[in-house]
């Protein structure tokens, strides 16, 4: 929860609101990490007290563009609910609608072109357990082939069924996606995994043979990192909406 207090608009329930909020911050605090990709890529979100609706940011804005009330509410089918100011790319909704309808779970579905994620996608061997990061996605992790621009219902069914219920996925050639049960937890997977990806590149950046973790100590290591399976980041989301206060509140208006 944010530390200030920004007025809630007339006709939104305090669910959808509160979604606003974290859902804007998320977008701010990638374009502060400089995960964004100028008006491209996507972060979605369910919205719990109406189902089949999300939320999804306009298109023609910037990551630190975004705020809560501007963020425009769809349906599964990149549908306008209610009025809006933006336009929203359809095409783009795409992979967040099939992953939506597949996973119920996801409350949020976060697909960016991190420039770690790209790399580490085109390589034939994907990620590996290099890190203590890394061991967050061990043996949890998908794999989605490039097939081009634009996403076909085929492959919809494709990547959803590669993406299977693993929290996150390396789409090759192209980008990275996370679903978390929070805007929260998406978030904290996502950052773990851009740095997994970014330590995996500065390892292979001199030569010498790379050090991995026995098999057993990667499985029991994943275990200790999942605790008690509850979402994550749980303390991680009020310490970065208290920087997200600090440098511009503009985001949860």
């Not at 795409?94 to 580490?120: E, S």
Request: with cysteine; hydrophobic share 45%.
């Amino acid at each position: 929860m944010s530390t200030l207090s920004a007025p809630r608009p007339a006709g939104i329930s305090v669910a959808e609101w509160q979604i606003r909020r974290d859902l804007a911050a998320c977008y701010r605090l990638c374009a502060l990490n400089r995960w964004d990709d100028l008006i491209y890529t996507h972060i979605s979100a369910a919205l719990p007290d109406q189902s089949g609706h999300f939320l999804l940011n306009p298109f023609g804005l910037r990551f630190d563009e975004v705020c809560a009330s501007n963020l425009v509410k769809i349906d599964l089918q990149g549908n306008i609910i209610g009025d809006a100011t933006h336009a929203i790319n359809v095409s783009g909704f795409a992979i967040h609608a099939a992953v939506h309808a597949a996973r119920p779970d996801a409350l949020c579905v976060m697909h960016l072109h991190n420039l770690h994620a790209i790399a580490v996608s085109a390589q034939a061997h994907g990620l590996l357990p290099l890190s203590q990061h890394a061991l967050r996605f061990h043996e949890q992790i998908a794999y989605h082939e490039y097939e081009g621009l634009a996403l076909t219902p085929a492959e919809q069914r494709r990547l959803t069924e590669r993406l299977g219920n693993f929290p996150a996925m390396l789409l090759r050639n192209h980008g990275s996606l996370t679903c978390g049960r929070t805007i929260a937890e998406a978030w904290v997977l996502m950052d773990t995994l851009d740095k997994a990806c970014a330590i995996q590149l500065l390892a292979q950046a001199r030569p010498g043979e790379l050090i991995q973790p026995a098999a057993e100590v990667c499985r029991r290591t994943h275990l200790q990192l999942l605790g008690d399976g509850s979402p994550e980041g749980v303390l991680e989301w009020p310490a970065l909406l208290r920087k997200l206060d600090a440098i511009d509140p503009a985001y949860q208006y």
